[in-house]
């Protein structure tokens, strides 16, 4: 993802796939055109990369000019086409082949129309690599047409957001969604994510998600999930992943307005972690990092003991099952470490102090993301 100005924008089309699209008109023009020599107007600013692509490609001779047209404020596409350079060379008997970057509402090929109706050429063609068939409000016909793309801002090869983006080698898309942080706490049962999780989502205005909670609330009203997880949980085992991921989408949907979230007790597999960077993506965000609370296992088994006798929760009242769920986490869930090291998103704080000092640790690491 990237920012330009106050607004984010996802990758959204390739540098290959632009190549190929390139590829593609070059052969389909090059076979039409035959042995003319044709002139290949670029319209500036928008089309210096792809005029640029285009005209390397092209097998056999040719001429390139420029003429330059301005119509984009911001992101809004406007009716005020301004003419700021027009054509600067004959081309009466020429074939002319029109090279866009994008064609929306039309209203530029209007403008380039105008400036033809009195050049007497052979043949007047349009190419646009990008084309909006939903916004497209004239009866021009488009000649060639690299990549159709919905009714949405992009920005890169050429196009631009105020000034920016013209210089990236790719296409980006206008994120629509607002911009949202989202992290993972992490660590081994009794490491303190819970009770940090309460300062944190409070500091950051964040929806804290704990399954832990969650599958204990539908114990305690003894829903069909509820019912299924506890066999599991009592015994210090994970709850299978489709269960789980089904049930962590469906408390992410309940807050479709948040600001983020602070995951809490998941993703605690391989195929969890996927199935939340899946469901970041299509809410146009993703995971900014894990923050993991690093706490031996001798101070977590003590820990635990302690808890149990207040708690009430049968997995924190039994060394061995206690035991068992550190066991399980280094097994199954430590693994994750590597998953969000390998996307340089894995943060260590040391989870052994006050809770205070961990509260300022964990904020540290937190303002940084
Ligand atoms: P916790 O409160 O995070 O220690 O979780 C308590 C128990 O809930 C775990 O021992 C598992 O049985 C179950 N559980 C919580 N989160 C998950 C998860 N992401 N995947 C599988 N099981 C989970």
Redesign the pocket.
Known sequence: MIKLHDLYFKPFISEEEIDSAVQRMVDQVANDIQDDIPVFVGVLNGSFMFVSDFVKKYPKPCEVTFIKLASYEGVKSTDDIQRLIGLTQDLTGRTVVILEDIIDSGNTLVEIHRIFENEEVKELKIATLFYKPEAYKKDFKLHYVGIEIPNKFIVGYGLDYDALGRNLPEVYQLKTTQHMTNFVLFGP?GAG??TQANFLKETYNLVHI????V??QNIKNKTALGML?KS??DK??????QI?IDM?NAEVEKNSDANGFIF??????NA?AKALDELMDGKDSQINGMIALEVDDEVLVERLLGRGKTSGRA?DADEQIIRN?IK?YYKKTAILKDYYDAQDKYCGVDGVGSISEITERLNKVIDKL
Request: hydrophobic letters at 25%; glycine letters at 14%; proline letters at 10%.
């Open positions: 049962p994510k819970g704990s399954t832990g909670d599958f204990r997880a599991f949980m210090g085992e994970l709850v299978p992943d789980t962590l809490d007790g998941f993703p605690r597999t969890q997995d769920r399980e």
